[in-house]
């Protein structure tokens, strides 16, 4: 389990101190003194992005504006990790995918995706603020789970982590970010053959392809984290602007994700009974695993 005991207990007060709301799928803190905001997702009963989790995000990050907008220095920094022992996310919520798909409810997988859209929107663009997002992955990111991570201004991971796009094995593709976060960082080429490889990439081989920022040793993320702080802290001003550099030069705006979402809903209204069954199969092995 992500462990945050080696923060001074007055640094790590939970967010809901400064807030009216309470959540039920995520785990929150304030260290004032480093000016961090942590988020650690625990959604039940599958650690995906359920509707519910993404509810609550979205308050969140509701909240960190409101708090941003009363004092614009309250927040430096916004970690978005996991309170599940060995697993950052495991993406879309296959379960309702299919449901939808059955369904043919095209309207239902738009409007989660459209969600899954505002959040990444949020974390690339740092809520239009002068906050750094990191993600700190210390397990599994599958899917949506790695476009999340993906989609945070600094990608931290420990050694042993396992990241990748499995949608290929179902007949399916990425559709809320994947394609367009990784060809920003990486390039076309190597985008695409993450994506239709569908495996699980160690956190050592992304981090030499340039897909995670920062590799630190296995159990020592969250000393990465502060090293990676202390850093920017010592040089702000260099960090801030190298930041506005990168949102000029690569710019994702949220009509272009969007418009590949909306083909992503296509694509998946077309998929047939042999790839529902794959689909399937893959909940079934991933419940087998939070269950372990």
């Not at 802290?233 to 590949?260: G, H, Y």
Request: net charge negative; charged share 25%.
């Amino acid at each position: 389990m992500n462990n945050l005991a080696f923060l001074h207990p007055e640094q790590n007060r939970t967010f809901s101190e400064q807030s009216e709301h309470q959540y039920s799928h995520l785990k929150t803190h304030y260290d004032s003194k480093n000016k961090i905001s942590w988020c650690l997702m625990k959604a039940t009963p599958r650690p995906c992005f359920s509707l519910e989790l993404m509810d609550e995000l979205q308050t969140y990050t509701s909240d960190i504006r409101s708090q941003l907008q009363t004092d614009s220095d309250a927040i430096d920094f916004l970690v978005l990790g996991s309170d599940v022992d060995g697993i950052f996310n495991l993406g879309g919520d296959l379960n309702l995918f299919m449901q939808l798909i059955e369904e043919k409810d095209a309207g239902g997988l738009l409007d989660y995706a459209t969600r899954c859209i505002d959040m990444l929107c949020n974390n690339m663009n740092h809520l239009e603020s002068d906050l750094t997002t990191i993600s700190l992955v210390q397990g599994d990111a599958l899917g949506g789970g790695f476009e999340g991570a993906l989609a945070s201004n600094v990608l931290i991971a420990e050694r042993g982590s396992k990241m990748g796009l499995p949608e290929v094995l179902f007949n399916l593709f990425p559709g809320m970010g994947a394609y367009s976060l990784l060809s920003r960082k990486v390039g076309a080429g190597l985008a695409e053959k993450i994506i239709f490889s569908g495996k699980l990439y160690d956190a050592e081989e992304l981090y030499d392809m340039g897909v995670v920022d920062i590799l630190a040793e296995k159990g020592e993320g969250e000393l990465a984290l502060y090293q990676y702080v202390k850093s920017a802290n010592r040089a702000k001003n260099s960090f801030q602007a190298m930041r506005k550099v990168k949102d000029i030069c690569n710019p994702i705006t949220r009509e272009e994700l969007m418009d590949i979402t909306k083909i992503w809903v296509d694509a998946a209204l077309n998929l047939g009974r042999k790839d529902l069954r794959m689909m399937d199969r893959l909940v079934k092995r991933q419940n087998v695993k939070v269950a372990d």
